[in-house]
């Protein structure tokens, strides 16, 4: 295949070339006039799967033949050394690192949290494994000199050291170092027998140390050879130099190759065409992109060479840069980019390694009916399946909520193995039940009361299922892996089967059900390495074990794909977007290393944070010589101005820096033709039809459909906001309660409510610190019973520590007024003028000596003040009313000679309500006025006529339109329902 030769062989092929396909087509060249089994004789090594097997396609497409040997570069040398035990896995190894380093936890809780002990020790691991792919002795690592460091580095490398002491002892059993240790065995060999037939290393940039050491064998090899992808031939040689000079340039896409060159001892120049008489898409464009990703100590020599770039209008022709304003603007218009190119029959790819951006496109792309071709799939922890063994899981040690308990419930595979209608129906039953009145955390006992109203077997026995599959998990703490993993599929599998199914368990059916299966079977393969396990941890390993991504067996639209960063080293297509250009997505920050500073690993030799940020450098180099190349970024991130990537940077300012070759000019056509895509966008979302907004509503039913009968605090209401009463008297529409149920004010109301129910009736007889001690301890058994968050408990009982001196001393003044008479009285009185009926409950009423009354609410909030009363908060003044004209049934007609309100916030303070300015006499016909008001056919139940604060909100404002209109415009009345 080779002529012979004494130098090293190393082939390239041009950034934009389709690397496979090019491959394929330079192995047909060069074994032409051969036999056709000379192919065969071919070893290509590869690395990665998905490359295999495009090779393979590639070959099937040209019909019946024979194929090259295609193997991994990490199958090189299997089979070369024995071992008496197997190579371990990277998740047992993680797990038996994880015990360490929760018991270094436990030992410094300062470190990190306990949920972070997986995640630590993974980073060990990836550390452990790296310093056997790089050939790093683990005795460099050791004996760092961590003098000068902090504290954390200090700690960091004293734990280090019993770890990898203790890796020590069969260095064989980790599979890096088993790796490592074959490609040894596999250069010795070549080294005194070389094999006869090619051997070729395709694709890859020796980035390892494992693959680069393989890398030089192969190309010393007398039929061997290595083809590069990606090389950059318009680099001068000076700055080949310069990337491996003594300050490494390793955020260089190009360095990676020049590291091999150097140790291979071959010039750039020595590179030859992989397929001669094929270059680049566009070799004017891989010029300007050479220039502008130049090492940053050389980007001074722009101005001596950019003028040999020539005209750049040629250079840029089939370049855009696509500026939108935000990452929902940046997703619209790259989905109608793709859009465009379905509609052409181009074959189009969006490259990023944004996920979520990407979902954005697919999401866009759905508005006409476009499936991209996801190369990522969908993560497992996302699907349907994962989802629900997340959830489960997650609610160990934990007490079940009700926002939970549905989100489990609703799950597509919940209930699958029996009748998924009536589980839907008892479902939705259900949550009405928990949204209307609770409780926050369902139990066995609340679902059996829930089930019972139903008298039915169906929902008794549906009740009992949903208990038996939940029930017991707060309860759940340190155990073994191993438990874990069964009381948690013996969990999932009973929700799978449903309430009403006697066998079969469908959960691990489909894509996403034989991913999970997969996941926990090899999790619990290995747990015996993983000990004991609190709920925290367990939680990230689980998750942590469910990392793969899961495709849809959908056909999706052959043309549209969506690739990462990673497979598109292995595609070709005519167009390509490459999105997310800002830093920090593209490239991506480094990830921090715990357990090594920069300065410590660049001592130890090993691989420094550019690393990735070079090999990010030379996908986007590869990438953007397509033939036709999008650049694509958002302007502004959801929180501030995003910096454009690096070598979108670099690329405006060499253009824009190069007037003489129409820089500036090629930039502006590169924007306009981004803004075009951006407008088309823009575009779709405005609509053919413009609505104006909405009027101010003020609706007027006719009189037979106004309301007859309001609370008390209803009147105020009335007053300030007429919508409201509209809405729920009239339309009876009630807002739906949240299924999260939090420790609101409305609560903390009731629970006040309830304890002074109690206590006050109690306080004669005792002296301050009794009345003290009764309130307190009454305070805290209501809480316990009513409040069911414990750091609710706290706050407000606190609370009411902090007000109960106070409350006693106004009490004793209270006493002197009268005594008790009645608590929580309702009562109810029809306006003789109107036909109205206003229903009441008062907090407290007290007796005088003298046979007159005082009437209390407690209040929880800031009570009214004396304007609020004499223009909208009339409840005692009403509520006097109702004493006066005998509305509290069995107690008579009362004469009330005053009324205050009591409250009870975290600065207490009483506020009268003033009988003698507002005389109780007044009442009645105020009330008529209003009423009568309302009750006329013409009169508009007005919206927020006068609302108490700017930023109050209503259940009913989004009916209203609030927002389409303000408070300066005047209210449009409009009859509704049938008026005669």
């Known amino acids: 295949m080779f002529e012979p030769s004494a130098a090293p062989r190393v082939f390239s092929l041009a950034p934009g070339q389709d690397f496979p396909a090019a491959l394929a087509a330079g192995l047909r060249h060069r074994l032409a006039g051969q036999p056709p089994e000379a192919i065969a004789r071919v070893t290509v090594y590869v690395n990665t799967q998905r490359m295999k097997r495009r090779i393979e396609d590639l070959f099937h497409e040209t019909g019946p033949g024979f194929l090259p040997r295609l193997k991994l570069v990490t199958e090189a040398g299997q089979g070369l050394?024995?071992?008496?035990?197997?190579?371990?896995?990277p998740l047992a190894r993680q797990l038996q690192l994880t015990q360490l380093t929760a018991a270094l936890i436990a030992a410094q809780p300062d470190l990190a949290p306990p949920s972070a002990a997986f995640d630590l020790a993974g980073g060990l691991a990836n550390l452990m494994d790296e310093a056997q792919v790089e050939g790093v002795p683990i005795g460099d690592i050791l004996n760092l000199d961590v003098t000068d460091a902090s504290g954390h580095w200090q700690r960091a490398m004293a734990f280090l050291k019993i770890v990898l002491d203790l890796g020590l002892s069969d260095p064989l059993a980790d599979p890096a170092a088993r790796s490592r240790a074959e490609i040894e065995a596999l250069v010795r060999l070549w080294e005194t027998a070389p094999p006869a037939d090619p051997v070729l290393v395709a694709g890859s940039t020796g980035s390892r140390g494992t693959t680069h050491l393989l890398m030089q064998a192969v190309a010393r090899l007398p039929q061997g050879g290595l083809i590069l992808p990606g090389f950059d031939h318009d680099m001068p040689d000076g700055i080949w130099r310069t990337l491996t000079s003594p300050e490494r340039q390793e955020d260089h896409p190009q360095y990676r190759f020049a590291h091999i060159l150097r140790d291979l001892e071959l010039a750039p120049a020595e590179v030859a065409p992989w397929l001669p008489g094929q270059g680049a898409p566009d070799p004017a464009r891989n010029r300007l992109i050479s220039m502008a990703l130049r090492p940053a100590p050389v980007t001074d020599g722009w101005m001596r060479d950019g003028p040999s770039l020539g005209d750049l209008h040629a250079a840029t022709q089939h370049l855009t840069l696509l500026e939108a304003a935000d990452p929902r603007a940046e997703a619209e218009a790259i989905a109608v980019v793709l859009r465009k190119a379905a509609e052409d029959g181009t074959p189009a790819a969006l490259i990023s390694p944004d996920r979520m951006l990407t979902r954005r496109v697919a999401a866009a792309l759905d508005r006409w009916g476009i499936e991209p071709d996801d190369s990522a799939g969908?993560?497992?922890?996302?699907?349907?399946?994962?989802?629900?063994?997340?959830t489960v899981a997650g609610l160990m040690g934990q007490k079940l909520t009700a926002e939970d308990l549905v989100v489990i419930l609703k799950n597509p595979h919940v209930g699958i193995g029996s009748r998924r209608g009536p589980h839907l129906r008892m479902t939705r039953e259900l949550e009405l039940r928990l949204r209307r009145s609770g409780p926050a955390f369902p139990d066995r006992a609340s679902l059996a009361d829930w089930a019972a109203r139903f008298e039915s077997e169906e929902a008794t026995a549906w009740a009992a299922w949903v208990a038996d599959s939940l029930d017991g998990l707060e309860p759940v703490g340190t155990r073994p892996l191993g438990e874990h993993l069964a009381d948690l599929r013996a969990r999932v599998e009973l929700l799978a089967r449903g309430a009403w199914a006697d066998s079969g368990v469908p959960i691990w059916d489909g894509r996403d059900g034989e991913a999970a299966e997969k996941a926990l079977n090899a999790l619990a393969e290995d747990a015996g390495h993983g000990g004991?396990?609190?709920?925290v941890t367990f939680n990230a390993v689980l998750r942590g074990s469910m990392s793969e991504e899961v495709r849809d067996p959908a056909l999706p639209h052959p043309g549209v794909m969506i690739w990462g960063t990673l497979e598109a080293r292995v595609q070709g297509a005519e167009l390509v977007i490459l999105a997310g250009l800002n830093d920090g997505v593209w490239p991506e920050q480094p990830e921090p290393d715990p357990w090594l500073n920069r300065m410590m690993r660049k001592a130890a030799g090993l691989l420094l944070p550019e690393r990735r940020i070079g090999l990010a450098a030379h996908d986007f180099?590869?990438?953007?010589?397509a033939p036709q190349v999008v650049l694509a970024r958002a302007v502004r991130s959801a929180e501030a101005d995003a910096v454009p990537s690096r070598w979108l940077n670099r690329l405006t300012n060499l253009l824009d820096g190069l007037p003489g070759q129409g820089g500036p000019q090629a930039l502006a056509a590169m924007r306009a033709r981004g803004d075009h895509w951006c407008d088309l966008a823009a575009a779709l979302d405005v609509p053919e039809i413009t609505e104006p907004p909405a009027p101010r509503p003020s609706p007027a039913p006719p009189r037979a459909a106004r309301p007859r009968r309001l609370s008390v605090t209803e009147v105020e209401t009335l007053l300030r906001d007429p919508y409201q009463i509209y809405a729920k008297h009239v339309l009876r529409l009630r807002a739906l309660d949240p299924l999260r149920h939090r420790p609101e004010a409305s609560l903390r109301g009731t629970v006040l409510h309830e304890v002074l129910e109690q206590v006050v009736p109690q306080f004669p007889g005792l002296d301050r610190a009794g009345q003290k001690a009764l309130l307190l301890s009454t305070g805290a058994e209501v809480l316990e019973r009513i409040v069911p968050w414990p750091t609710a408990r706290r706050f407000w009982l606190a609370r009411l520590m902090r007000i109960a001196d106070h409350f006693i001393a106004e009490e004793e003044i209270r006493r002197t007024r009268g005594a008790l008479m009645a608590t929580?009285?309702?009562g109810g009185h029809t306006l003789p003028t109107t036909g109205v009926e206003l229903v009441v409950k008062t907090d407290r009423i007290d007796r005088t000596p003298e046979g007159a009354v005082w009437l209390y609410d407690y209040k929880t909030g800031k009570p009214p003040?004396?304007?609020?009363?004499?223009?909208?908060?009339?409840?005692?003044?009403?509520?006097?009313?109702?004493?006066?004209?005998g509305a509290f049934g069995e107690l008579g007609p009362m004469h009330v000679v005053g009324a205050e309100y009591i409250g009870l916030a975290a600065r207490p303070e009483t506020v009268p309500a003033d009988l003698e300015k507002i005389p109780v006499e007044l009442v009645p016909e105020s009330l008529h006025r209003l009423f009568t008001r309302f009750l006329d056919p013409a009169t508009g139940f007005t919206a927020q006529v006068a609302r108490e604060s700017q930023g109050e909100w209503s259940d009913y404002d989004h009916l209203s339109r609030g927002g389409e209109w303000d408070l300066t415009q005047h209210a449009e009345t409009l009859k509704v329902g049938d008026h005669e």
Do not use: C, F, W
Not at 81 to 89: F, L, R
Not at 532 to 535: H, S
Not at 621 to 625: C, E, R, T, V
Not at 865 to 885: D, G, P, S, V
């Open 621 to 625: 180099q590869q990438a953007a010589g």
């Open 532 to 535: 004991e396990l609190d709920v």
């Open 81 to 89: 050394m024995t071992h008496d035990a197997p190579p371990q896995s």
């Open 865 to 885: 003040t004396e304007k609020q009363q004499a223009r909208y908060n009339k409840q005692l003044h009403i509520t006097a009313y109702l004493a006066e004209a």
């Open 378 to 390: 969908e993560p497992l922890g996302q699907t349907a399946t994962g989802r629900l063994i997340r």
């Open 824 to 826: 929580e009285q309702g």
